[in-house]
T-cell receptor
Framework: KNEVEQSPQNLTAQEGEFITINCSYS?????LHWLQQHPGGGIVSLFM???GKKKHGRLIATINIQEKHSSLHITASHPRDSAVYIC????????????FGKGTHLIIQP | KAGVTQTPRYLIKTRGQQVTLSCSPI?????VSWYQQTPGQGLQFLFE???????NKGNFPGRFSGRQFSNSRSEMNVSTLELGDSALYLC?????????????FGPGTRLTVL
């Protein structure tokens, strides 16, 4: 069973700061999701990646398959980025369900 | 395309009752997965259906069951509800079941068991 660890668990930062959230997993994967969850519960998929780096607006996600590690970066953070960020992985070729980290609760103060 | 929809959005039941939740996937998506989210355990995989067949099941008791219809819509059922079943239940759809298929989540059904 894959173990997914995220750090930090909680992060409070000032508007404009560069944010990094880390995710490590224990077993080889076929893909990794970064998800965003706002109060109220809805989950949005930010990225799905299996190698390298992806960028969307102010968000950047990287993955190092050999080190079993991924990072999510937010540049020029804004209060609307305040949310829970969750790392989730597919093991078993993708046929198994997602295994989730416990999430990082991010607060960006104006 | 319309996103993943779930009904109802909120539900209150009492212990011992049963409940059925519904999920309509994105058009063209044949896979539907169900997840439970609680403050203590976080997000956990319940099961996935593809082409009306259960593909995989998480570590949940038999009180949790599901099915998928020919139009890919899915339902999950929880029988003999317990207080600990209070949770946000999320479904997600994807085109297929390989690791390259991204999942798209619905808004969730918040179940409260009294």
């Amino acid at each position: 069973k894959n173990e997914v660890e995220q750090s930090p668990q909680n992060l409070t930062a000032q508007e404009g700061e560069f944010i990094t959230i880390n995710c490590s997993y224990s077993v080889g994967i076929s893909a990794l999701h970064w998800l965003q969850q706002h109060p109220g519960g809805g989950i949005v998929s930010l990225f799905m990646l299996s190698s390298g780096k992806k960028k969307h607006g102010r968000l950047i996600a990287t993955i190092n398959i050999q080190e079993k590690h991924s990072s999510l970066h937010i540049t020029a953070s804004h209060p609307r980025d305040s949310a829970v960020y969750i790392c989730a992985v597919y093991s078993g070729g993708g046929a198994d369900g997602l295994t989730f980290g416990k999430g990082t609760h991010l607060i960006i103060q104006p | 395309k319309a996103g993943v929809t779930q009904t109802p959005r909120y539900l209150i039941k009492t212990r011992g009752q049963q409940v059925t939740l519904s999920c309509s996937p994105i058009s063209g998506h044949r896979s539907v997965s169900w997840y439970q989210q609680t403050p203590g355990q976080g997000l956990q995989f319940l099961f996935e259906y593809f082409s009306e067949t259960q593909r995989n099941k998480g570590n949940f008791p038999g009180r949790f069951s599901g099915r998928q219809f020919s139009n890919s819509r899915s339902e999950m059922n929880v029988s003999t509800l317990e207080l600990g079943d209070s949770a946000l239940y999320l479904c997600a759809s994807r085109e297929g079941t390989s690791g390259g298929n991204e999942q798209f989540f619905g808004p969730g059904t918040r179940l409260t068991v009294l």
